[in-house]
């Protein structure tokens, strides 16, 4: 399975520097020199890329690929994803996990008598500033937005796929839709999430 690195957002210059997103937490990924691999919407297979150069731009960062060296170049290239092989993967600290481990897994309560399952965990939300959110779907069609704290002491188990917190009571009558609502209560100011 591929990880994505940065997804690309649109062109930011007129040498075909692009502006993605930051989907990793070793920025020496995006060093000069660096190889990884362009997966877009549609094709069968990502295609090997260098990286000439790269910095950061506010919560962005700005990527100058080989081959593309004008604005015409880089238009076709948003929503694209910058990716890596499994075997590139950087190690993590113990109890870290990579976000697309994370997808798939059940979210179970701790807190609740029977540590019930809440839903399967859809997506996370970085947020650079401040606790990233777990996306969880549940089997009623709502989604909720659960703070993946420290505080609610989480236990990753990737081999049975769960994830395991403590959740405050009350949490999931807050940052949630409505079931077969397109109407959120999710705050509208949320990151575009991948």
């Not at 007129?14 to 990884?36: C, K, M, N």
């Not at 700005?62 to 081959?67: E, N, R, S």
Request: aromatic share 6%.
């Amino acid at each position: 399975m591929w990880t994505i690195i940065a997804r690309i957002v649109k062109p930011q210059g007129r040498r075909g520097e692009v502006l993605a997103e930051i989907h990793t937490d070793f920025p020496e990924r995006y060093q000069p020199g660096s190889t990884a691999f362009l997966q877009r919407a549609g094709s069968p297979a990502p295609l090997p890329v260098t990286i000439e150069g790269s910095w950061l731009h506010k919560d962005r960062v700005v990527l100058k690929l080989t081959g593309i060296d004008s604005i015409s170049d880089a238009e076709p290239l948003r929503g694209a994803q910058l990716v890596i092989p499994p075997e590139d993967r950087m190690t993590l600290e113990p109890g870290a996990a990579y976000i697309q481990d994370l997808c798939g897994c059940d979210l179970v309560d701790l807190a609740v008598e029977g540590s019930p399952v809440v839903g399967t965990i859809r997506d996370v939300i970085r947020q650079p500033e401040t606790t990233d959110l777990l996306v969880v779907a549940t089997p009623d069609g709502s989604e909720h937005w659960i703070p993946f704290a420290a505080a609610y002491r989480p236990q990753i188990d990737l081999a049975r796929q769960r994830v395991s917190l403590y959740l405050p009571a009350g949490i999931l009558t807050i940052n949630t839709t409505a079931s077969g609502s397109p109407d959120a209560t999710i705050p509208s100011s949320a990151p575009d999430a991948q």
